[in-house]
């Protein structure tokens, strides 16, 4: 040990004595001036004096040539000393040392490391993150009189977070969610659960389309999944108010959905759910928001009651609410859904239109149909 010691005092000694040390700036703005005219990410390392590891990884970092000439060709560094400095960690919530941050030239988070890390960690996370500059540091800005396309904008997005981390991806993506419109609608629509819901629930009031069902449903996720453990009900009633102001969606609506999405999707996902409670919440769901524009939800709500053989009565309330479903008929779920309702009609015919048009569109999806009525009953043969 004491021999390792000594290796490492004296490459940082002769890496001293050759100038051989990361460049680090001292303050923000002209780390952030020259980020942007070089068209750098930053790293920052947040440190105190205090604070053992700090010294130790400064050291390690320091006895590495490689990583320091890697640092110094590709990013713009910035060390920030928490004497002094309560505005940056203020606005950046540095509650721990070291605290290592890269940023893009924008001064956005990017990635976000606590505690010591060695210098072999630092080399390969700098390697991956300079992969993706062009990424990180894309500006989003539609030319005047230019179209936005929405299409390409998404497939471009799918394409840039597919080698990401999930922490990277979805960090990402609330890069994204915070750039307002056109860019943030689309984000919030595709990826809600990865958006966390003090950014959502901003660009929700800045986009300020009450018309937008999804959307709106969509906000009601993220509320959600800010809690962790999706367990806490006093939260969630709790709310309800607000959501229910936000979104125009009445507040007994509000408080169905959410509890029929962490019990139908999050709970069923993780075991934690039993047939009794997945009933009695896809019930719920039916009876008191039928209307809902996730169709997902509302297929898997469908699923429950008909397997509990006890659906006759919602049928009518299901009915009305899928025919004024416009534009959501392009759901191969929405058919499969008509088609029991037809079947129970006793309209075989319309029945089996139906089902036809369910197999079409999810075959177009690259889906294999399976009829709801007939994976019911695969599910009982296997029990």
């Known amino acids: 040990m004491?021999?390792?010691?000594?290796?490492?005092?004296?490459l940082v000694f002769i890496n001293v004595l050759n100038g051989q040390t990361i460049n680090f700036k001292s303050s923000l703005e002209p780390a952030l001036t020259e980020s942007f005219s070089e068209d750098k990410l930053i790293f920052v390392d947040?440190?105190?004096?205090?604070?053992?590891?700090?010294k130790l990884m400064e050291k390690e970092m320091n006895a590495d040539t490689s990583l320091i000439n890697y640092y110094n060709?590709?990013?713009?560094?910035?060390?920030?000393?928490?004497?002094?400095?309560?505005?940056?960690?203020?606005?950046?919530?540095?509650?721990?040392?070291?605290?290592?941050?890269?940023?893009?030239?924008?001064?956005?988070?990017?990635?976000?490391?606590?505690?010591?890390?060695?210098?072999?960690y630092l080399k390969e996370k700098a390697i991956a993150l300079q992969n993706l500059k062009s990424v990180y540091n894309k500006e989003f800005v539609v030319k005047k009189g230019e179209k936005f396309n929405e299409e390409q904008f998404l497939n471009e997005i799918s394409q840039a977070i597919s080698p990401m981390s999930l922490t990277a991806r979805n960090g990402y993506l609330n890069i994204i969610a915070k750039k307002g419109q056109p860019f943030a609608k689309p984000i919030l629509t595709?990826?809600?659960?990865?958006?966390?819901?003090?950014?959502?629930?901003?660009?929700?009031?800045?986009?300020?389309?009450?018309?937008?069902?999804?959307?709106?449903?969509?906000?009601?996720?993220?509320?959600?999944?800010?809690?962790?453990?999706?367990?806490?009900?006093d939260k969630i009633k709790a709310g309800c108010p607000n959501l229910t102001q936000l979104t125009g969606i009445k507040q007994e609506k509000v408080l169905t959905y959410i509890m029929a999405y962490r019990e139908l999707n999050v709970r069923k996902q993780?075991?934690?759910?039993?047939?009794?409670?997945?009933?009695?919440?896809?019930?719920?769901?039916?009876?008191?928001?039928?209307?809902?524009?996730?169709?997902?939800?509302?297929y898997q709500a469908f699923k429950e009651v008909v397997k509990a053989k006890s659906y006759e009565t919602l049928i009518p309330n299901v009915a009305q609410a899928l025919s004024t479903k416009k534009g959501l008929n392009e759901d191969y779920r929405y058919h499969d859904i008509i088609s029991i309702i037809h079947h129970n009609q006793q309209k075989?015919?319309?029945?089996?239109?139906?089902?036809?048009?369910?197999?079409?569109?999810?075959?177009?999806?690259?889906?294999?149909?399976?009829?709801?009525?007939?994976?019911?009953?695969?599910?009982?043969?296997?029990?």
């Open 348 to 383: 075989k015919a319309e029945a089996d239109k139906s089902l036809t048009q369910a197999k079409n569109l999810a075959k177009k999806s690259g889906l294999v149909f399976v009829p709801l009525l007939d994976e019911i009953s695969n599910e009982s043969i296997k029990k």
């Open 190 to 233: 595709k990826y809600n659960s990865a958006i966390e819901f003090p950014i959502f629930q901003e660009a929700y009031i800045k986009i300020n389309d009450k018309t937008d069902q999804s959307l709106a449903e969509n906000l009601m996720v993220s509320f959600l999944t800010s809690d962790k453990n999706f367990q806490n009900d």
């Open 2 to 10: 004491q021999r390792f010691i000594y290796i490492v005092i004296s």
């Open 270 to 298: 993780i075991g934690m759910s039993n047939p009794e409670s997945l009933y009695l919440t896809a019930k719920d769901l039916l009876t008191q928001y039928p209307e809902t524009a996730d169709m997902a939800l509302l």
């Open 46 to 54: 947040v440190m105190a004096d205090w604070c053992g590891p700090c």
């Open 73 to 120: 060709a590709n990013f713009v560094n910035l060390k920030i000393n928490e004497k002094g400095n309560k505005t940056f960690l203020k606005q950046y919530d540095i509650k721990s040392f070291p605290t290592l941050l890269f940023l893009n030239k924008s001064g956005e988070v990017v990635e976000r490391l606590s505690g010591y890390k060695k210098a072999k």
